[in-house]
Nanobody, 115 residues
Framework: QVQLVESGGGLVQPGGSLRLSCAAS????????MRWYRQAPGKERELVAA????????NYADSVKGRFTISRDNAKNTVYLQMNSLNPADPAVYYC????????WGQGTQVPVSS
């Protein structure tokens, strides 16, 4: 059974940084592209960043370009999201996602930003 477990969320001040991790089990992660999404209260879930299976290709939502970096360690079956210069538009629950033909989501990790 595929499981994705996010971690690393927490309260951070504006301008601060966080690194989120998503550990996968039940799937050979190196075979698939991986994605990070986020969902803020009252808003639809949106794609934040994606990385190709080998890690060479990445793309980002315009709102996070230049601030967020997605990476992966296929040996550890883990994908990361480094978030810098956090601002009041970034608070959300962050989810990782993989599509193997079936779509799997983690339980999410909360990223609030203090005012």
């Amino acid at each position: 059974q595929v499981q994705l477990v996010e971690s690393g969320g927490g309260l951070v001040q504006p301008g601060g940084s966080l690194r989120l991790s998503c550990a996968a089990s039940g799937v050979t992660m190196r075979t698939y592209a991986m994605r990070w999404y986020r969902q803020a209260p009252g808003k639809e879930r949106e794609l934040v960043a994606a990385i190709s299976s080998g890690g060479r290709g990445t793309n980002y939502a315009d709102s996070v370009k230049g601030r967020f970096t997605i990476s992966r360690d296929n040996a550890k079956n883990t994908v990361y999201l480094q978030m810098n210069s956090l601002n009041p538009a970034d608070p959300a629950v962050y989810y990782c996602n993989v599509n193997t033909g079936l779509v799997y989501w983690g339980q999410g990790t909360q990223v609030p930003v203090s005012s």
